[in-house]
């Protein structure tokens, strides 16, 4: 399963730079680039030449819009041409989103597309947000809200020119409660921080409440879960709540083989097939799962899971 990252971000706020100074660190090299714009004349891949990585340019138009003609494709095109010895062996994918997409459409086509699917792990979502002007886009752009939103990793661009990001951080922990916030300098940000599996927030206090109506819910779990009940409460929740359900995640023990974690992915009415890991990132072993959504009650993904998995119990007995 090769990792998948989707980098994205509001016009401006430096995805490129972020991707050029990731680039030129050597263990990350060897890294597939997508590179998406929005115009017809394409730089942003001219400005990434100069690394050793793979570089596909894919459509000159929005990402979002073509994302299950172009994305899907591209990516067993290239996997093809990675099994012919045609490219280097890259170790992992990173999008480059336009600045005007909305992330949504490319994560489904990644938890969709049976072909991808079964190849590509989504590994994490990082939306960088420029911290001079980055107030002003959330307020105008419902992209780059839905982009602060889904991400699992927040990069605050420019802090050296904006002075204090207090009032934008709180604006942002209001869209998105569960993601991590960091500020970075010309991209001078841990590749192995913004490309960490997207699984493991820092978690906030359950139901906490924000802005518009969002709302980061935790479901922590020191017993294993059943996967029928696991699957059947990501299907019901999603069916139930639908665009309401802006992302779900998590790492879940199950109860048939809790040595190994699976990574749990669902957006919108949209649910990732479970995902396996290898080990526990860390000596803790609890599910822990988060969602964030907009007017979902707080009891009530916990409540559902406690059904779902109580008639399975019952079903089996």
Known sequence: MIPVSVVTGFL?????????????DPAWANSAVIVNEFGEVPLDHELL?????VLVNVSTGCLCCVVRSDLTATLMDLLRQRAAGLVPPYARVLIETSGLADPAPILHA???????AATHRLQSVVTLVDALHGAGSLARHPEAQRQAMLADRIVLTKPDLAGDTTALEALLRGLNPAAAIRPAVQGAVPPEWLFA????????????????GVA???????????????TLWMQALA????????????????AEAPERPVVV????????????????????????????????????PARLLAAIEAEVAEASA
Not at 12 to 24: E, I
Not at 49 to 53: D, H, I, P, R, V
Not at 200 to 212: I, K, N, V, Y
Not at 271 to 295: E, M, T
């Open 12 to 24: 401006g706020a430096g995805k490129t730079t972020l991707l050029r100074r990731v680039l030129g």
């Open 49 to 53: 030449a100069a690394s050793e990585e």
């Open 110 to 116: 990644l938890m969709t597309d049976a072909a991808v």
């Open 197 to 212: 599996t997207g699984t493991l927030p820092e978690f906030l206090d359950a139901g906490a409440r924000h802005s518009d």
């Open 216 to 230: 980061s819910i935790t479901i922590e779990r020191e017993a294993p879960i059943p996967a029928l009940a696991l």
């Open 239 to 254: 069916e139930h709540a639908g665009a309401r359900l802006l992302r779900l995640k998590g790492l879940v023990a199950l």
């Open 265 to 300: 992915h669902a957006i919108q009415h949209v649910v990732h097939a479970l995902d396996w890991l290898a080990d526990w990132p860390s000596a803790d072993r609890r599910s822990r799962i988060v969602l964030i959504g907009q007017g979902i009650s707080r009891h009530f």
